[in-house]
Every structure is written in C-alpha cells, then in structure tokens.
C-alpha cells in the first residue's frame, strides 16, 4: 500500500471512530460535505480542483491525498491538478510550494 492511500485510510479510520464517539457532530459534517459536493453551478471535478488548492494553501497533507484521489475520480487530469496547484502556490507562497510534493506523490499513486 502507498503512502497517500495509508493516509487516505487513516482519515477513514478516524471518522469511523469519530462516528462512534460523536455520531450526532459527525452526522451533520458528513451531511454538509455531501451538500456541498453535490453537483451545483459547479460540477464535482471543479469542486475537487478546488478542494485541492485549498488543501495545498492550508499545509494538509491528508486533504491533498483525499481531494487529488477524488479529483482524478472526478476526471479531472493531471495537468488540472497541477494548474489548480499552482494557483494554491500564488496565494499561499513558498510553503504551499512545498506541499506539492505531497501532490505529486498523490498523483503517482492514484493514477496507477
């Protein structure tokens, strides 16, 4: 197993525990990011692209490995990662750039 799918994982694991322990808090996140995901003005690849630059700009390795994964499920390529990428260098500088390492490895991953 790869590293971005073991964190992948380690989320998923998380929220099983955090749906244990506060099912009622975790419910109602669940069902806002269903709504928010859910196709809109914005289709679901969009959305993910953004997702992904945020992830980038916030420094979250676990969201970067989540959203690239979805992106790509979404149909989104790896050149629209990587423009959505570089978006998220030109708001969050320096340190955004060197998150997409984690990106990159994402990428290498999923689009096995």
């Known amino acids: 197993?790869?590293?971005?799918?073991?964190?992948?994982?380690?989320?998923?694991?998380?929220m099983k525990m955090m749906s244990r322990e506060q099912p009622e808090t975790i419910r109602h996140f669940k069902?806002?990011?269903e709504s928010v995901l859910s196709e809109g003005k914005l289709d679901l690849k969009t959305k993910e692209l953004i997702a992904v630059g945020v992830a980038?700009?916030?420094?979250?390795?676990?969201?970067?490995?989540?959203?690239?994964?979805?992106?790509?499920?979404?149909?989104a390529t790896k050149e629209e990662?990587?423009?959505?990428a570089s978006v998220a260098i030109l708001m969050g500088g320096g340190p955004a750039?060197?998150?997409?390492v984690e990106v990159k490895k994402a990428l290498e991953e999923f689009s096995k």
């Open 31 to 33: 069902e806002f990011m």
């Open 1 to 14: 197993m790869g590293e971005m799918k073991e964190a992948v994982d380690e989320v998923m694991e998380m």
């Open 97 to 100: 750039m060197t998150y997409v």
């Open 81 to 84: 990662i990587l423009e959505a």
């Open 56 to 75: 980038i700009a916030a420094r979250c390795k676990y969201c970067i490995a989540i959203h690239v994964e979805k992106a790509l499920k979404a149909g």
